[in-house]
């Protein structure tokens, strides 16, 4: 499988030259999104058969927000994040962007709306190269000229300081590697909030370091960010608040501080020994 690079002599795009009108360049980097977004999730409910997994699930973010979503295995927290995403429905409630209802949209049509998903298997096709498969997003865009499109694909990899590696094949690439390709591939469509599903998983801490610092430059962008991940250090770290479910339920939510003050949080997920 290739994606089809025009020839970059011909058509690559100066520094100097327009960038697209959808989110303008300035410095030789893409701005910070200037136009606040919400995004809610409205009483979700999910069963399976007799099993109550998900009971009325309640809250909101919006762009800029890091927000993680943390839990012991079996409270329904990767249930929720799936209903966020499209993968299940929700057996009730809604799932709401700018207002707008988006509880029965499939995943790709969330996507189009601005809601990307980074789940924690490879996602990057393994035989073509880093800008092949940023590529191969961006060239649906039909927002943008090809100029535009190029100057997009040249400034993402820019920004993610994967020039050195934008010819090599992805099955070549490090844990950490892989990791800055996949987000900047998902940030080929301009989303609004970004699901990072176990985003520290199979990586490295210098490379878990690494991702870190890029979750706050997107937050910083204004892009929103959910994050559900096992790691629960790394997580509380750069979030902004955290949400903890246990049995179905949201049980502790609030900043970093107060997560690790709560005698309940320590009770059921962190443990009474856990510091940061």
Not at 39 to 55: A, D, P
Not at 97 to 125: H, N, W
């Amino acid at each position: 499988m290739t994606a089809r690079l025009p020839r970059r002599r011909e058509d690559r795009v100066q520094k100097n030259e327009t960038a697209s009108q959808t989110e303008p360049v300035t410095n030789n980097k893409i701005a910070p999104r200037t136009t606040a977004h919400e995004l809610c999730i409205s009483s979700l409910y999910k069963n399976f058969g007799r099993k109550k997994v998900v009971q009325g699930i309640d809250f909101s973010m919006k762009t800029g927000e890091i927000l993680g979503l943390l839990g012991p295995n079996g409270s329904g927290k990767t249930t929720t994040f799936y209903m966020i995403i499209g993968f299940y429905r929700p057996t009730e409630g809604e799932v709401i962007l700018d207002g707008k209802v988006i509880t029965d949209l499939p995943m790709y049509k969330r996507a189009q709306a601005g809601i990307a998903y980074l789940p924690q298997e490879p996602s990057i096709f393994r035989k073509m190269t880093v800008e092949e498969n940023i590529w191969a997003i961006i060239e649906t865009r039909k927002d943008l000229t090809k100029k535009e499109k190029i100057f997009r694909l040249d400034k993402l990899i820019e920004e993610f300081s994967i020039e050195k590696i934008r010819k090599q094949p992805a099955f070549t690439l490090s844990g950490g590697e892989r990791r800055r390709t996949e987000i900047a591939r998902s940030l080929a469509i301009e989303p609004k909030f970004l699901m990072l599903d176990e985003p520290f998983a199979g990586i490295d801490p210098i490379a878990v370091a690494d991702i870190k610092k890029m979750i706050l430059l997107l937050s910083e962008r204004g892009i929103g960010i959910l994050i559900t991940d096992h790691n629960v250090r790394d997580t509380l770290e750069i979030t902004h608040r955290s949400i903890i479910i246990n049995t179905g339920q949201i049980v502790v939510q609030g900043t970093k501080q107060e997560i690790l003050d709560s005698p309940l949080a320590r009770e059921i997920y962190l443990g009474k020994d856990f510091s940061m």
